[in-house]
């Protein structure tokens, strides 16, 4: 990956960890084991008649006790699933319109050197001690457009720091901690929150019918977070990542001349950034009105409305003009042919994502369709409840599980939907507050995301990183973001601790425990 290769001890680990996970076969090959895995392993636990107990959410809103079991994906139906999801697997895979059409609008950028422009200008300006934690924090806040950041922070973060003259992994480390890592803190209260907070609700009632868990109520710990991810985010890429990778020896050309841009360059950079201000601009007077299609149309609400919820097509489309514009004014773009062209050769370069996101796809369905991670989930759960300690080493062992629980499962709400109800009302029981075990919830799964096996965008990590290194694989991926998935789970674990013990708010008039 480079050429300087540290020697003490946490590197040795890292570097480890690196080679072995990149001995495995390639991601394709390897995504194709897992998938034949996973069918194997779900015929075994079905015919063993493995299952357990726990409650579930009922179409009606209230929870229920459910048995559940596996799935087999070798009896008839099973494989008669496989056979005819093939298609469906592929095409409803999450990641794969996201990135493609976030691509067309960033490709443009790229591809017109209208982002080239941008960095220039940006690093004549900005302070190189900056650009990491400048990176790790935009990385926590693009939660607010729930996964965007996922494919537009983190390669512009990369392109940044190779502008920057810095290794682009080690951008890619310090935005993808915040993105992932960091996915449950933010500065504002954003859609996650609400949708953690109704579940948390239904949750309660269990107990107490009239409970009800406000969608601010970690507000205060979590902007804490934001800015106590930040510092450790910067000081890990710095301090490890930085000197693991050493001096960037690959084949994508490193812009040095930062500070200089040619006379059509600053024309046509001009024309772009004006053509940007007047997308916002639009954008924010298509907002205003109360009836505005961008709103939810019951609440009004901005949060729960298309803004956010079609928000990577939004900065897609924007993107597209600001490039368009530049190509324009550079000269690069003479009719919409030239634009066209630039598109088909934008797209040609996911040849390879799309061949990983095939197979990829598969896994996870594969893996969702049976049932053995929501097993697993509920039947650790249930342990967990039985243990009998105090309130704190309760919380932090709630954390450790559910980080455990993260590398099988990866949805925040899915996951919430199974936990909550055996977690919530037992520890109501004992007098701990909803509000405390969701804050618990989440630090637990934001933290292990960067290295799990089962995140949707693990396949588009991996593309991303073999842009700038042939031979990056998993490996590449886990070594650079373990110090960060460690470091992050125990400070934030830490952090909610002194909360707890200080009694400083969760949120707005959240207490601890309950009255």
Known sequence: MSNKKPANKSYRFLNAVERVGNKLPHPIALFGLLALFTIFLSAILSAAGVSVVGEALGSDGVFVEKTYTVTSLLSREGLAWIVTSVVSNFTSYAPLGVVLI???????????????????????????RAVVPMLVFVGIMSNIASDAGYVIVIPIGMMIMLASGRHPLAGFAATLAGVSGGYSAN???????????????????IVDPNYEVNSACNWFFLMVATVLLTI???????????????EYTGDVEVETDFNSLTEIESKALKRANLSLLISVIVLVVLCIPQNSFLRDADTGSLITGPLLKGVSAIISVIFFIVGTTYGYGSGMFKSHRDVCKQMGVTMATMGSYLALAVVASQFIKYFNYTGIGTMLSVAGANWLSRINVSPIILVLCFIAFCALMNLVMASATAKWTLLAPIFIPMLMKIGMSPELVQAAYRIADSSTNPISPVMAYLAVMIAFCQKYEKNSGIGTVWSLMLPYCATFLVMWAVLLIVFMLTGIPLGPGVAYYLS
């Open 232 to 246: 450790i985010g910067t000081l890990i890429t710095e301090k490890i990542v930085e000197p693991k990778l050493g």
């Open 187 to 205: 500065l504002i209260v954003a859609t996650v929150d609400a949708q953690l907070a109704a579940i948390s609700t239904e949750a309660a009632r």
């Open 102 to 128: 976030a691509m067309v609008g960033i490709g443009m950028a790229d591809g017109t050197g209208y982002l080239t422009s941008v960095l220039k200008k940006a690093l004549s300006v900005i302070s190189q």
